[in-house]
T-cell receptor
């Protein structure tokens, strides 16, 4: 079974620039998550999709972050404009259902300078 | 507010030692507790626990949940250098359907 694919692996941008991350979940997984993991901390959920609908985006900073999951498969997460405190690893995860442990991709490491 | 607390924050042992990692939680309407191992990349799934007192085992790793005292332990016996990683505990709630992660325990195993 192919895992969760994410790209790019690394991204360095200056503050106030925009950036986008892409995620392709495991085939057939209806639930997709985006997590932010700041160095030394556990992952924090940004947004959860069930198929192409948003289940939870309560911790997504909506003034600068946006995410979509068109057609209920791939997803993109965008930050515009980026701030220094957005430097983190952005993990995408997918699960066959909301009550099952998610499988994570390798993440995108974002550095904002 | 829901929270997950892991201890110790870090642990340094020698190969062959046995370690116990702790995870305590306060979550409304608990659904499940999950353990992940995170090396340099993605967290990899280890165990999901939903019932008290039933040990889950995979090789040298085992875990158990106590829903009365609100904690779980992850045991690793005969540690190896390949066990060096951050071990993350996450708890799911029926209320929110999302996982709340602890900050992790960093384990370093030296030869």
């Amino acid at each position: 079974e192919a895992g969760v694919a994410q790209s790019p692996r690394y991204k360095i941008i200056e503050k106030r620039q925009s950036v986008a991350f892409w995620c392709n979940p495991i085939s057939g997984h209806a639930t997709l998550y985006w997590y932010q993991q700041i160095l030394g901390q556990g992952p924090k959920l940004l947004i959860q999709f069930q198929n192409n609908g948003v289940v939870d985006d309560s911790q997504l900073p909506k003034d600068r972050f946006s995410a979509e999951r068109l057609k209920g498969v791939d997803s993109t997460l965008k930050i515009q404009p980026a701030k220094l405190e957005d430097s983190a690893v952005y993990l995408c995860a997918s699960s066959p259902g909301q009550n099952l442990g998610p499988h994570f991709g390798n993440g995108t490491r974002l550095t904002v300078t | 507010e829901d929270k997950v607390v892991q201890s110790p924050l870090s642990l340094v042992v020698h190969e062959g030692d046995t370690v116990t990692l702790n995870c305590s939680y306060e979550v409304t309407n608990f659904r499940s507790l999950l353990w992940y191992k995170q090396e340099k990349k993605a967290p990899t799934f280890l165990f999901m626990l939903t019932s008290s007192g039933i040990e889950k085992k995979s090789g040298r790793l085992s875990s158990i949940l106590d829903k009365k005292e609100l904690f779980s332990i992850l045991n690793i016996t005969a540690t190896q250098t390949g066990d060096s990683a951050v071990y993350l505990c996450a708890v799911g709630s029926y209320n929110t359907d999302k996982l709340i992660f602890g900050t992790g325990t960093r384990l370093q195993v030296f030869p």
